[in-house]
């Protein structure tokens, strides 16, 4: 078995599965494992993406789930490190960006990194260190609003340089427009005046491809999955059509939607104006112990046996007043982790019910259910939009195979709970 060449080290599982997707488009044989795995990869590739759920957690934790993953990494023999975090760059005020940085930075011997979440195809920008998320700011995107990470600043030199004690600089636009050799001479420049970090402008997919080779010779790169479309080339490796066959799907259709994003808002209302039969969670009753999970599963049970081809979708979704309303009432930690353990034990059950092509919507959320299901292993499809394939996974609870789609909350177009269904090939048989 060949040794992978990189090693990515993803703080969610929707992020490492839009790693992974563009690792895949641009040419690596990719394997996603769920956490760190507890043996050697038994599987050949090119690539290896460890899915965390590190992104919310304290940053002491997140630092050891990476060291821990660096290590089972470095084991495996690859040749690069690459941290995956959020192309809206999300982390509390106190981290998890910079100190999972440090400790990956110390635990390899090395000076210097970039980062930087520009992602273009999704249309996030660096320009002068800021970060453009669709038209605007992040911090005017609806990203400041998120439930558990509030995105206020939209200049990233400052947002990194809170979470860190090393320095942080910038390599700009002009620079990373004249190609590899500017850019490693600005890394130089900023290396001789101490900084450890960079954050990089990048506006387009070009801008990615002149960075790339620049990039070849540092043992850590932390980005969004954008810096990824240029990384196979570095290896030799061009696109290849085979990387991304998954098995025909089989079963029922079922959605389910932790994320409160302005996107994932817009695909729940889209689905419900399509006419798709949709069930919302309520959180208060959750919280008063209520059987909110089995009442769930009842009502699928009763809509996939009428309909057996149409997906049913349950989601605890809402607008930003009403996810504060439910915080002020909870808490914000804990109203996030008891949703995203009743989604997650919708997604079991529905499984368990015999959905086989099951879409989840929600980093955090997306986290929960592969845990409940059991899943060690991912195995990369086609995408549906940027940063979103189709993945097929075998565990405990879908011993005859699973098709899983984990969407990130601002990706997707409006209609993507419908269309992601048309797009697997399902099982004659
Ligand atoms: N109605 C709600 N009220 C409060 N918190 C919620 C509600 N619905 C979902 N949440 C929580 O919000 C968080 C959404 O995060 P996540 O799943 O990562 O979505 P995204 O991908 O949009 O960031 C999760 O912790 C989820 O449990
Ligand atoms: O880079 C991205 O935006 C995604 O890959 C990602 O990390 C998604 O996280 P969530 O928005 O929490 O789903």
Known sequence: MTRPLLGCIADDFTGATDLANNLVRNGMRTVQTIGVPDGPLDATADAVVVALKSRTV??????????????????????????KY???????????????????????????????????????????????????????????NHPLTP????????????????????IDHTVVAQGEAAIRARIAELKSQGVAMAIVDAVSNADLLRLAPALKDLPLLTAGSGVA???????????????????????????????CSVATNGQ?????????????????????????????????????????????????????????????RLGVEEAGAMVERGIAAIAKGLVEQGVGQLLVAGGETSGACVQALGIAQLHIGAQIDPGV??????????AQGLHLTLKSGNFGTPDFFTKAFGLLAEDAA
Request: glycine share 10%.
């Open 229 to 259: 479309i240029g990384l196979p080339g570095n290896f030799g490796l061009t696109p290849s059509p085979q990387t991304a066959e998954l098995p025909p799907a089989r079963g029922r259709r079922a959605i389910v939607s932790g994320s």
């Open 58 to 83: 304290p940053a002491a934790e997140a630092v050891e789930q990476s060291l821990a993953a660096l290590r089972w990494l470095q084991a495996q023999g690859v040749q690069q490190i690459y941290f």
């Open 268 to 328: 729940v209302a889209d689905f419900i104006a399509r006419g798709g039969q949709a069930l919302a969670l309520n959180p208060l009753r959750m919280a008063a112990g209520e059987p909110v999970a089995a009442e769930a599963l009842a009502w699928a049970a009763g809509q996939l046996a009428g309909a057996p081809a149409a997906p049913v979708l349950i989601y605890s979704t809402a607008e930003p007043e009403a996810v504060r309303a439910i915080q002020g």
């Open 389 to 398: 394939p189709w993945c097929h996974a075998v565990s405990p609870v879908a």
């Open 151 to 170: 995105m206020t600043d939209a200049n990233l030199v400052r947002v990194l340089q809170a979470q860190t004690r090393r320095r942080v600089g910038l």
């Open 86 to 144: 959020c192309s809206t760059f999300d982390s509390t005020p106190a981290g998890n960006i910079g100190p999972v940085t440090e400790a990956l930075m110390d635990a390899l011997g090395t000076d210097f990194t970039i980062a930087t979440p520009a992602f273009p195809d999704n249309k996030r920008t660096v320009f002068k260190g800021y970060l453009f998320a669709g038209e605007g700011l992040l911090n005017e995107s609806g990203m400041q």
